[in-house]
Every structure is written in structure tokens, then in C-alpha cells.
T-cell receptor, first 118, second 112 residues
Framework: GAVVSQHPSWVICKSGTSVKIECRSLDFQATTMFWYRQFPKQSLMLMATSNEGSKATYEQGVEKDKFLINHASLTLSTLTVTSAHPEDSSFYIC??????????????FGPGTRLTVL | GNSVTQMEGPVTLSEEAFLTINCTYTATGYPSLFWYVQYPGEGLQLLLKATKADDKGSNKGFEATYRKETTSFHLEKGSVQVSDSAVYFCALSPQGAQKLVFGQGTRLTINP
């Protein structure tokens, strides 16, 4: 149980276009979802925290107009990279926590999405 | 601020060797401490955790003890297997918060 999926697993886009990444909790209700970014051979950096039905809380230094996060339901959050540029190329990972049992105190991670901007 | 520093990799060991991956942290108050593992092609999975000083987390033969006096949470396993090959991340959750602060990850390869 407590499975999180991401779609797509990888995407290549042209500079200036927008890309949407989906994060879904498959078997639990995710009241809180987190979006991380991972550079090669580096740590995961938290970008933002989103609670269902509320605006996301962005970490310092993350452009909220560039990285649009929507958490409209208890099983889906989306990250849209707007007007993507090559420096946005990275591995984006989401995680989710729920409201009961094991999901309450633990983050469950998706497999990640590799974004390459040409 | 909050930060985690862990042993740089990659680490390569032979099967049945003893494993230590060092992790130290900086945080205010009393954070919770975690080790996550990422197998090839999969998402991060919680390996073990400790929520207060002197707690020992353990799972699948791995252990780590929350040492507040040395601000450390070193990961150990007495006898590693090829299936333990993965990337290991040390992380903390600040007191009263859900978010995670990660170390840079250590790639572990176990040779038969």
C-alpha cells in the first residue's frame, strides 16, 4: 500500500514551452504533497509543499510563477514548468502524506520525472 | 538552518562486508532523522527512522542510532548483500514540520 505514481517518467521539450508533471497517490488520500528537484549527483531539494485545496508554499528561492503547483484533489497534484529553459532540466520527484495509519507520519515518494529542455 | 551532510560516495564493497555510511546534521531543536534508500528505477523508500535522542532505528539488517551529542545518525549493516546496492539518503525533518531536508546521497555497490 501507499503507492505514489508520476507521469510522465521522462519528457523532452523545446525551450519556451510548458510542461506538466502529474503526481498521484494510488491507494490513499494525500492531504499533503511535496515537490523536490534533484540535480545529478546532488541531494533532493524541496521546492514546495501543497495541501489539498490550498495554495502551495514555496521554498525560498523557488519561483512560484515558473513552477506552478496545483493540488486540486486528494489524489492528484501537478507541477507545471512554465516557459522551460535548459537550466530547468532536472529530475523532479513528488511525495505524499496522508491522514491515517502509516501514511500520516511518512512521506511516500514517486519514481520521479526526468525533464530535458532543449 | 537545517542541513545534512553524509559520506561521499561511491562506496564499493564485497558481499558480506561491514557497512558504515556516515551522516551528520545541523538543526535547531529536536529533529526526526531518517535513512531513505533508492533502488535503480524506483522511488525513495523509507529504510529506518528515529524520532528522539538515543533511539535506534532498524530495518532489513540496517541500523542507525540518533546521537544528539555528536549530531550524527550513521547507517550500519553487519553483512551486506548484492541486493543492497542502491543510493542511500540521510534526511531530517525539523521539529514540528513535515518537510524533509536531505543529504547528498551515497551510492553503494556490492560486488559478489
Amino acid at each position: 500500500g501507499a503507492v505514489v505514481s508520476q507521469h510522465p517518467s521522462w519528457v523532452i521539450c523545446k525551450s519556451g514551452t510548458s510542461v506538466k508533471i502529474e503526481c498521484r497517490s494510488l491507494d490513499f488520500q494525500a492531504t499533503t504533497m511535496f515537490w523536490y528537484r534533484q540535480f545529478p549527483k546532488q541531494s533532493l531539494m524541496l521546492m514546495a509543499t501543497s495541501n489539498e485545496g490550498s495554495k502551495a508554499t514555496y521554498e525560498q528561492g523557488v519561483e512560484k510563477d515558473k513552477f506552478l503547483i496545483n493540488h486540486a484533489s486528494l489524489t492528484l497534484s501537478t507541477l507545471t514548468v512554465t516557459s522551460a529553459h535548459p537550466e530547468d532540466s532536472s529530475f523532479y520527484i513528488c511525495s505524499a502524506t496522508g491522514t491515517s495509519g502509516r501514511t500520516y507520519n511518512e512521506q511516500f515518494f514517486g519514481p520521479g520525472t526526468r525533464l530535458t529542455v532543449l | 538552518g537545517n542541513s545534512v551532510t553524509q559520506m561521499e560516495g561511491p562506496v564499493t564493497l564485497s558481499e558480506e562486508a561491514f557497512l558504515t555510511i556516515n551522516c551528520t546534521y545541523t538543526a535547531t531543536g529536536y529533529p526526526s532523522l531518517f535513512w531513505y534508500v533508492q533502488y535503480p528505477g524506483e522511488g525513495l523508500q523509507l529504510l529506518l527512522k528515529a524520532t528522539k535522542a538515543d533511539d535506534k532505528g532498524s530495518n532489513k539488517g540496517f541500523e542507525a542510532t540518533y546521537r544528539k551529542e555528536t549530531t550524527s545518525f550513521h547507517l550500519e549493516k553487519g553483512s551486506v548483500q548484492v541486493s543492497d546496492s542502491a543510493v542511500y539518503f540521510c534526511a531530517l525533518s525539523p521539529q514540528g514540520a513535515q518537510k524533509l531536508v536531505f543529504g547528498q546521497g551515497t551510492r553503494l555497490t556490492i560486488n559478489p
